[in-house]
């Protein structure tokens, strides 16, 4: 079981690494989320499937995966697309690029009966995507196993997504609570990528 | 055998394998050619879906992440291009982004339009098969240029345990003229 002091302490070790020049390739770090990734982690089962963006290392955790295993593949080079079909983790580096997968497994779930549920993560800028209102509005309508985790740090890199978009309120935040949807808000510590310095390769 | 009869062959020959699903628009009713390709299926096993040609490959790979063999149809290269994002950057990727770990196999149908006896100008008639083999790293991209090619392209497909997927380029107007 995973606490937010050893979340933030694996993400706090990997920072030092990055910093140290030792990963040679991005990574995107948590920070804020601790306690409402946790609790939704509550209702995931080891049957259910994971999917995630470029910013995964809480979700393996707490999937499941070794911490150990896991900052080997940070380690690598793939920490933007974290992977372990064993745990049922699956992430991309693409921006919407899980949500419409997210779909996929859940059909897949239905049409053999198992006794499974996708988790997908996004963050807000992708949730207001027309691939992420697609996949939402199909997966409502045919009754798919799916529950969507937006998370809300507000901004995509560094632009706003209100100001950009326009909006007052996003369109999730009209609809909670809902049976598909969890949403929350955090505030990180760290920048869309790296930790803070700039490392010279 | 002909063209049209090859391919519908291989349709319903890979329908006998419970791990197939074939998805698309117009695989439940009547619509395009390849619609008749796959008429005598049973229902069970063809999944209509909306007008949404990213959502549709998405729902490929993860239909092929949950054990499925998907057979996506988009009747035209011109539409496949909608889902270029998901091909490129998931279905081909798969394997080498987990490090193997994944090792999904899809069916992907597409088409070079007919210009005959209808020509429904240049929107609707791109082959971009060499293209394509030039995006993909592991996708293996077959055009059926002949009749005797069809049934061991969909065969090899199926059978395949390289951990490619594979997309299968046919031409519209060989269903009538081959």
Redesign the interface.
């Known amino acids: 079981m995973h606490s937010p002091f050893s979340l933030i302490a694996f993400e706090e070790d990997i920072a030092a690494e990055f910093n140290a020049g030792k990963i040679r390739a991005p990574v995107h770090l948590y920070f804020g989320n601790e306690e409402p990734i946790i609790e939704v982690f509550k209702q995931i089962r080891p049957q259910d499937w994971v999917l995630c963006s470029w910013r995964s290392h809480y979700q393996c955790l707490l999937k499941g995966v070794p911490p150990q295993e896991l900052k080997t593949e940070i380690m690598e080079g793939r920490s933007i697309s974290l992977c372990f079909p064993k745990q049922r983790v699956f992430s991309s580096a693409i921006v919407g690029g899980v949500v419409p997968i997210a779909a996929g497994v859940a059909l897949g779930i239905k049409r053999t009966g198992e006794d499974a549920r996708v988790y997908c993560f996004m963050g807000e800028m992708t949730a207001e995507t027309g691939i992420a209102h697609e996949s939402v509005k199909y997966c409502r309508n045919h009754g798919l196993p799916v529950t969507w985790v937006i998370e809300d740090n507000g901004k995509s890199v560094c632009t706003d997504t209100k100001s950009a978009w326009g909006l007052e309120s996003h369109w999730w935040e009209k609809e909670l609570p809902s049976p598909d949807i969890i949403a929350y808000r955090y505030k990180s510590k760290y920048p869309h990528a790296g930790a803070g310095q700039r490392v010279q390769f | 055998m002909k063209y049209f009869d090859e391919l519908k062959r291989s349709m319903e020959w890979l329908a006998e394998d419970p791990r197939t699903?074939f998805i698309g628009q117009a695989v439940e009713v009547p619509g395009t050619a390849m619609s008749n390709t796959v008429k005598d299926i049973p229902l069970a096993r063809r999944?209509e879906l909306?007008v949404?040609e990213?959502?549709?490959?998405?729902?490929?790979?993860?239909?092929?992440?949950?054990?499925?063999v998907?057979i996506s149809i988009y009747p035209r290269w011109n539409f496949l291009l909608l889902a270029v994002?998901?091909l490129v950057?998931?279905l081909d990727k798969l394997d080498i982004?987990?490090?193997g770990?994944?090792r999904p196999k899809a069916i992907i149908r597409t088409g070079i339009g007919s210009e005959r006896p209808l020509h429904p100008q240049h929107q609707h008639i791109g082959d971009f098969t060499e293209a394509f083999r030039l995006m993909c790293s592991t996708i293996e991209v077959i055009r059926l240029d002949e009749p005797e090619q069809v049934f061991p392209a969909y065969e090899k497909a199926l059978l395949r345990e390289d951990g490619r997927s594979t997309l299968l380029v046919e031409w519209g107007d060989f269903y009538s003229e081959k």
């Not at chain 2, 990213?54 to 499925?68: D, F």
């Open positions: 699903v999944v909306p949404a990213e959502l549709q490959m998405g729902m490929t790979v993860g239909l092929a992440l949950q054990g499925h998907p994002n998901q950057s998931h982004m987990s490090n770990g994944y």
